[in-house]
């Protein structure tokens, strides 16, 4: 008796041995190791397939938000027209320079020139100022130079003569009058 409960004994420990070495073997490891790697592989797909959607998501905003701004702009143009540049001068009007040399600031001839000047037709704009003894009226007009001086009266033509006459510009050379003269 005392053999078989030895023997009995033997096999229990073989047998708890090899269910024991079976637990730690390399295949068991293995198998764990493949579920590990498969769990974090399955965890990568669906990371991709986020940054997918999301980046699909980001390319849908930004170009929702390029529609808008475009729209926006059609709708600027519609309601108020395109945009002007505001150092460009429109078409078909420019400016005049007239410098006089020499005269005093409050001569009745010079306000006399200025106030003619905005009578002539196809002026849009006069407006004067002074430095130095020098006068410069500026004139917005369609006209040139040339034309716009052909339009001044006798009267005043013969007080201002005609130094320089280009075709945004013209100097001219005030004349007193000696009334004795005449």
Request: aromatic share 6%.
């Amino acid at each position: 008796m005392k053999t078989l409960r030895k023997l009995t004994l033997l096999v229990a420990l073989i047998g708890f041995s090899t269910t024991f070495a079976l637990q730690n073997s390399p295949r068991k490891e293995r198998s764990r190791a493949n579920k590990a790697t498969k769990k974090v592989d399955d965890t990568n797909k669906k990371v991709n397939e986020a940054n997918k959607t999301f980046n699909s998501s980001t390319d849908s905003i930004a170009q929702t938000i390029e529609d808008t701004k475009k729209t926006a702009e059609r709708l600027r143009k519609a309601i108020f027209g395109p945009k002007r540049d505001k150092n460009k001068v429109k078409k078909g009007k420019g400016f005049v320079l007239i410098q006089i040399d020499n005269i005093a600031y409050s001569n009745s001839d010079l306000n006399e020139l200025q106030n003619y000047l905005t009578k002539i037709s196809g002026v849009k704009k006069v407006s004067k100022s002074y430095a130095n003894g020098s006068a410069i009226i500026n004139i917005i007009t369609k006209e040139n130079a040339d034309a716009l001086w052909q339009n001044i009266p006798n009267g005043l033509n013969k007080i201002f003569i005609v130094k320089e006459m280009k075709e945004k510009h013209i100097l001219l050379q005030f004349e007193k009058l000696d009334l004795n003269k005449q």
